[in-house]
């Protein structure tokens, strides 16, 4: 795509009640993004057309869409590298209802968030000085790397395909959330299970779908989901717990 | 209008607007002293600028140089801002830095770690020793992050994609504030005892700006028409470093960590050019050769290299080089780190900057120098509070962050923004927590005042103008660009005041089609409001102050006046005009500026 060019973008236009895609006609500026081509759309075409977006430098996950069928963030997304796929399509996110045109409710990733019991670090040393070290948190800071822009969630065929299972899984994003605070080194709240009844962590057949999409590469499945469901498996299935289980009756 | 339409009403004790890391502190705080607490967001919660900030929070931790103290912190910020900072809120800030730090930790931030387990500091510019705690180079996203999920533990109620377009006031101090949803359409009123006003920053009234979507200075225009003062506002910082290529991308910043961290600035010859602007202010401290400047990074018995002077001083070198022609090929200089570090360290140490270049310019950082050029970035000017309790001149009106004013002075540290929003952020909530306690009932607005801010809202609905409000906005910012940029005279301000002026009456006749529904169109109209304002007091206090200082730097009074150097700007809005008043600064007890001399 070089600079002059036409960009015909086709962007869907509509609400909850159904839309359909429209066409506009941008010009190419040198690295122009996605976002830079809708958001020139709607200064001189289409003045309502809702995008949501903050910082256009990838670090606030606000404009997250799918384009050419493939969820991206729109302002990391050059338009050089799709020019060969013809039109620039971009719809909203599928696995969220639709607000306005590109913009969707996906106030459900806030309620599952409020869900998960919080950080609770135990007390402090006696010199008050905690400590953590680099080797130890490395893995956690991966996880903290996640800028919420509900890709993966999106993506997440549990939920995409089957919107029925939005009260009973939580998604990649919250797995993460999960394991970065069960391998926090200084959290003391068992949370297995919840991992496994509130998050629904079963429900995730590791297609790893998630981890393609993340614009943050993240290893969503390998590194924190694996982890904890061998967490939650070597709980429900450690044949002294469950024999301890079956004659107490006791959760633990 | 017709029949009036049905308006969501709520009451708070306390009610936030801004949900950056001023906010969300001002939140939590308010809600842990038993406050009701309303949380506003313009934006998603966990979106707001603070996101953006990548190098660090400076706090005298002293895990790194255990040397470091408040002491040293309060010199270099007042130092680095020129000397007409809020002398009492630097004291504060920089007693308070380190507990509002650890106390980050306690809600589960992970700082980078010191080899003895404990949070990893970072050089950065104009402070003395090694300071900023950081997560690699994303370091705002982890402090949102955490404040986030400790302030959604908590009785706080959040309305996201909101915008506020007023606050009420009854018989002089607070009442309320008038707003709407932005999924909607619908209006909103809230009553409050105490609202903390956290806007944060008003850099989007310029063309190539670091900043997000929301920086429009909505707080500006909100704090100015309620009545409150605001100071300083000329002090703008253009950060030395954003990306110049490609032009989408122009603005985006590139964090002074890169020079914290060991890279340098070279112009087209190759030259370590910032050896050539060393400030007679800041020669005792600064590196006269390359050598001794390349040793401060590990033994700081040495002196600063000149790359890491405060970001004013950067900013005009580079400035200068371009314009004397040793810039870049597209008009900027380079910041070269990778002739200076190993691509592991830059990858590991500055990730963000890696991908962002990579992804955005298709240059490999690790590899070839970055191309850079500032950026509108930081103001340090903006509402004027109480040191202590962050209240402004209007009483139960609180403001903090990047929006309130006296902290930085002329001229903000790199790493002292972080800090800033939790140490005022904390103090904003539980003055305002406190305020509430004292007054017995909510007034409720009045109907009529609630009527005229719904009409107001409705008119580009109805508008018989044409004029569009991103066109508007875009002339807004270029005009600010070019008469009110890095460097100003007075011809070229009063040429720009001339423009800004000109756009009040066609911004009155912006047309807004489609529903109230999500509508960009319309929510334009209400940031070129703001923008409109912040154009015009800033462009106002800068043909006002005739020095150069800090973030305020002038061809046509190109040096400091010591007659100045007393002296805040304060801006008032009296009657719909615009007012200035040169107000001093009181004088700072000896035990104080005994500390600023250099050792």
């Known amino acids: ?252 | 209008m017709a029949a009036r339409e049905p308006i969501d009403t709520h009451e708070y004790d306390v009610v936030v607007i801004g949900a950056g890391g001023a906010g969300l502190r001002a939140a939590i705080e308010a809600s842990a002293q038993g406050a009701r607490t309303a949380l506003i967001c313009k934006s998603l919660l966990g979106k707001a600028h603070t996101v953006m900030a990548e190098g660090g929070a400076a706090a005298a931790l002293g895990n790194v140089w255990p040397e470091d103290n408040w002491q040293v912190h309060f010199r270099d910020t007042m130092r680095g801002g020129k000397l007409i900072n809020n002398w009492k809120m630097a004291e504060i800030f920089a007693k308070e830095a380190p507990d509002r730090v650890l106390e980050l930790e306690e809600w589960g931030a992970v700082f980078d770690r010191t080899r003895d387990g404990l949070i990893s500091q970072r050089d950065f510019g104009g402070h003395r020793y090694a300071r900023l705690a950081h997560v690699g180079d994303r370091t705002g996203l982890e402090i949102i992050r955490t404040l986030q999920y400790k302030l959604i533990s908590m009785p706080v109620d959040v309305f996201m994609e909101c915008t506020v377009t007023r606050l009420f006031t009854e018989g002089g101090r607070i009442a309320g504030a008038f707003g709407y949803r932005r999924d909607t359409g619908a209006f909103l009123v809230f009553g409050a005892k105490a609202i903390v006003l956290a806007t944060g920053g008003l850099g989007k009234t310029w063309k190539h700006t670091s900043m997000s979507w929301e920086s429009t200075g909505d707080g500006v225009a909100l704090a100015l028409d309620a009545g409150a003062d605001l100071i300083d506002v000329e002090m703008v910082q253009f950060h030395p470093t954003g990306m110049i290529w490609p032009p989408g991308a122009r603005g985006i910043l590139v964090t002074e960590g890169v020079r914290g961290d060991g890279g340098v600035l070279r112009n087209a010859k190759g030259e370590r050019f910032m050896f050539n602007y060393v400030p007679e202010f800041f020669k005792k401290e600064t590196a006269d050769t390359e050598a001794e400047g390349d040793r401060w990074y590990t033994d700081k018995t040495n002196r600063r290299p000149p790359e890491l002077l405060p970001r004013d001083e950067v900013t005009r070198a580079i400035y200068a080089e371009v314009k004397a022609g040793r810039g870049s090929p597209h008009g900027g200089v380079f910041l070269d780190i990778a002739t200076r570090r190993s691509a592991e360290y830059i990858r590991k140490r500055l990730p963000s900057m890696y991908h962002q270049f990579m992804e955005l310019a298709g240059v490999d950082i690790t590899k070839a120098p970055m191309e850079v050029y500032p950026t509108c970035h930081y103001s340090m000017g903006g509402v004027r509070v109480d040191a202590e309790t962050e209240e402004t001149t209007v009483p139960g009106l609180f403001a903090a962050g990047e929006l309130a004013a006296g902290l930085h002075g002329a001229n903000r540290l790199g790493g002292n923004s972080l800090t800033d929003i939790l140490v005022f952020g904390r103090r904003a909530g539980l003055f305002a927590a406190q305020h509430a306690k004292t007054v017995p009932g909510t007034p409720p607005a009045s109907a009529a005042a609630i009527d005229e801010a719904a009409a107001e809202l409705l008119i580009p609905f109805e508008a018989a103008g044409g004029e569009n409000p991103y066109a508007i906005q875009s002339e807004l910012q270029e005009t600010m660009q070019d008469h009110v940029g890095i460097y100003r005279d007075e011809a070229g301000m009063k040429e720009g005041l001339r423009r800004i002026e000109a756009l009040k009456p066609r911004a009155q006749h912006v047309k807004v089609e489609g529903p109230r529904e999500y509508n960009p169109g319309w929510h334009a109209t209400r940031d070129l409001y703001s923008m409109l304002t912040v154009a015009e007091v800033v462009t106002r206090a800068a043909i006002e102050r005739t020095e150069t200082r800090g973030g305020h730097s002038r061809t046509d009074h190109p040096k400091a006046q010591p007659a100045w150097e007393g002296t805040n700007l304060v801006v008032r809005k009296r009657n719909g005009e615009i007012t200035l008043d040169h107000v001093p600064i009181p004088a700072m007890p000896a035990e104080l500026s005994a500390l600023l001399e250099v050792k």
């Open chain 1, 1 to 252: 795509m070089k600079p002059g060019e036409t960009v015909h973008l086709r962007v869907w236009r509509g609400t909850r009640t159904g839309g359909e895609f429209k066409g506009y006609d941008v010009t190419a500026t040198d690295g122009m993004v996605v976002l830079d081509a809708l958001r020139a759309a709607q200064a001189t075409q289409a003045p309502d057309l809702a995008i949501r977006w903050n910082c256009k430098a990838g670090k606030c996950g606000s404009c997250s869409a799918e384009v050419n069928g493939h969820p991206r963030l729109t302002c990391m997304t050059r338009l050089e590298e799709i020019h060969d796929e013809g039109p620039v399509t971009v719809a909203p996110m599928k696995t969220f209802p639709v607000i306005k045109d590109l913009v969707t409710d996906v106030s459900w990733n806030y309620e599952k968030a409020k869900e998960i019991p919080p950080f609770t670090p135990g007390p402090k040393p006696p010199d008050g000085k905690r400590r953590m070290y680099q080797e130890d948190v490395e893995r956690i800071q991966e996880f903290r790397k996640c800028i919420e822009c509900f890709l993966c969630q999106n993506v997440c065929h549990v939920i995409r395909d089957h919107p029925d299972n939005k009260p009973a899984f939580s998604g990649p994003r919250f797995l993460i959330h999960l394991a970065n605070l069960s391998m926090h080194p200084w959290d003391t709240v068992d949370r297995t299970e919840f991992v496994k009844r509130q998050a629904g962590i079963g429900f995730c057949n590791i297609t790893k779908c998630c981890t393609e999409v993340c614009p943050e590469s993240i290893r969503i499945t390998d590194n924190a989901i694996i982890p904890l469901k061998e967490r939650v498996v070597s709980r429900d299935y450690d044949p002294i717990l469950w024999l301890w289980r079956k004659v107490t009756g006791r959760a633990k």
